[in-house]
């Protein structure tokens, strides 16, 4: 059952008189459960598809249809709900909210919910307990390091329950280490309660962990691969380099 | 309630600035508050004063009489009835016999106007009782800055010119009896009060009077032959005044008002530029646009409540103190020729309070919805990179 599917699409920005196509013929189906990535080069298209996965932009052509639905037809308030209940997000700069501690920050999405402060407060520590954040509860942002700030992030992002999470680079501003740590919570989360998860990256330690590599080249998509594909015909690149 | 929250925190995490404009509009709202204060204190004084000293429960006068033209002095005069005598006793009402003269205190010319008044009247607060005891004829009372500006103390004699019935001149020398100090003006410039009797002897209209003022237990009917004035039409010029002064009082509080709203807007227009990527993230995480123009426009709107809360925390021990104490306008005040006391007490209503809030909140919240409307238009997947404009 695919969870996302996208069928023609094609995205313009308008510059200057013209239009820049930053999307084109792209056709991907994403099955529930997943963990998969976009990467290519910078410029490639990345953010913008998953941007419009995440309902925050919409196709120029084609469709992209999201739990079975479209997202160019859905309302203002429609697709906050989607984005509300979901999906999860979590981006490069983490963008935490510097002026709420860490429980209000993952509680944010709750709010809107309207959910009873009892449940919020079992969600949000039942997410910090994910990530391995929960004697940081009242910390402020400023007062957490970057890969704690991302593991912040993921508990936002999971601890409404989402059924896709969509992760713009999340590992660009952090050591490998926290890399790794971060991978593999978002593993875990993705094995243990089966979210969908769909990554963009030029990070080669992500990379690693992902069960499908779609690669975009100039708005297109260039390959869509397995993990095992992909490792195979990257062993063949450096052998035939050697 | 989230929107509420988020403000609280955002104002307060955004430490100086915040404080800044808080304090600009909380100094607004107490000014206004006090401005108003004050006026409403004077205005109830005077007017009080206003009634004690000069105008009663209200005045009958002679038909022809006018008070704001001289001319109609000279024969603005009639008998008194047996009825209005009556009343005079009971007292309910009291005479006043109204005749323009001139004096000539250390030989220097100057118009005054003559008022025969009952020594024995309780309506009025004038010490008309110090008319009875005197022992030489013709004797007054006058104000202390009446005194002042003719040079006259207690016991000095003035010579005064008037002309009788029959439009003839005549002079004597009238003694100062005593000297009066009163917050009225207009009861004293230019004025000198003598016992009716000897004023209606003088002139030769015995028994007749200007005007009747009423006292608290009158009834204010109509009297035949008479034009009855309310306290209202007596007060009208100083409610001009009051209203103009309190119209002067909202251009200040006004003007401080527009610079904290205008510090407000900046704030606002500087946080929504900064604050994109925030704005971009309240979007991603199910915010639609307009919460987040609500979030923002709370937020600005805000101000005014913390502005209420600072303006409450120095205001109102200031109000009560100044309750207590008063405020002093000294003596030049006196020279505004309308009623000023030396010491006026501010008076605050609840009313007045409420409205100054209700303008302070509802304008706050204006000045952080416009810039915050903008929000409405952006892209989130702009607001996200943070690179607007
Ligand atoms: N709002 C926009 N207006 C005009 N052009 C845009 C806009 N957004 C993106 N683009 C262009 O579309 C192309 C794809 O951008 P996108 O951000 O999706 O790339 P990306 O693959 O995420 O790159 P990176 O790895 O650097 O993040 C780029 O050439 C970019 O300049
Ligand atoms: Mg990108």
Known sequence: ??????????????????????????????????????????????????????????????????????????????????????????????????????????????LLQKMSAVERKKAVMQALEWVGLTDKVDSKPSMLSGGECQRVAIARAMVKRPEIVLADEPTANLDSENSHHILRTMKKLNKELGVTFVFSTHDEKVMQYLDRIIALEDGKVLRDETQEEFAVRKNSQIYKTK | MIAIKLAYKNLVGAGLRTWLNVSV????????????????????????????????????????????????FQDAHKPVSEDIAAMIDRGELTPILVRQANMYPEGRMQSVL????????????????????????????????????????????????????????????????????????????????????????MIG?????????????????????????????????????????????????????????????????????????????????????????????????????????????????????????GLSFGSSSQDMGIAVADIIYPYYSIGMILSSLLLVVISATIVSYLPARKISKMRPTDALKGKLQ
Not at chain 2, 29 to 36: A, D, G, Q, S, T
Not at chain 2, 124 to 140: E, F, H, I, M, R
């Open chain 1, 1 to 110: 059952m695919s969870i996302i599917k996208i069928n023609n699409l094609e995205k313009q920005f308008p510059v200057g008189d013209g239009f820049f196509t930053a999307l084109s013929d792209i056709n991907i189906e994403v099955k529930k459960g997943e963990f998969a990535g976009l990467i290519g080069p910078s410029g490639s298209g990345k953010t913008t598809l998953l941007n419009i996965i995440g309902s925050l932009d919409t196709p120029t052509k084609g469709t992209a249809e999201v739990m079975g639905k479209s997202i160019a037809e859905l309302s203002y308030k429609q697709s906050a709900g989607l984005r509300n209940r979901h999906i999860g997000f979590i981006f490069q700069t983490y963008n935490l909210l510097p002026v709420y501690t860490v429980f209000e920050n993952v509680e944010f999405s709750l």
């Open chain 2, 25 to 72: 509009l909380s100094f607004a709202f107490v000014l206004m508050i006090f401005y108003n204060g004050m006026i409403e204190g004077w205005n109830r004084q005077a007017r009080n004063d206003t009634q004690d000293w000069e105008i009663g429960e209200g005045q009958y006068w002679e038909q022809s009489y006018d008070r704001y033209d001289p001319y109609t």
């Open chain 2, 114 to 201: 003559l008022k025969g008044v009952d020594p024995n009247q309780k309506i009025l607060k004038l010490p008309t009782s110090d008319l009875n005891n005197v022992q030489n004829g013709y004797s007054a009372i006058i104000g202390r800055r009446m005194a002042d500006d003719a040079g006259l103390k207690v016991g000095d004699k003035v010579l005064v010119r008037w002309r009788d019935k029959n439009g003839m001149f005549d002079a004597i020398d009238i003694n100062i009896a005593a000297i009066f100090k009163t917050d009225v003006p207009s009861v004293e410039n230019g004025q000198m009060y003598l016992d009716i009797n000897v004023l209606q002897e």
């Open chain 2, 205 to 325: 209209l015995p028994n007749q009077a200007t005007l009747l003022v009423a006292g608290d237990n009158s009834s204010l009917s109509e009297i035949d032959g008479w034009n009855f004035k309310t306290t209202d039409f007596l007060l009208k010029e100083f409610d001009a005044l009051i209203q103009s002064k309190k119209a002067g009082g909202m251009v200040m509080s006004g003007m401080l008002l527009l610079i904290a709203l205008l510090a407000i807007f900046d704030t606002q227009v500087l946080s929504i530029f900064r604050r994109q990527k925030e704005i971009g993230t309240y979007i991603a995480l199910g915010m639609t646009r307009s919460q987040v123009v609500g979030i923002f426009t709370v937020e600005g709107g805000a101000h005014s409540i913390l502005a209420a809360i600072v303006g409450a925390a120095y205001g109102i021990p200031l109000f009560l103190w100044l309750d207590n104490i």
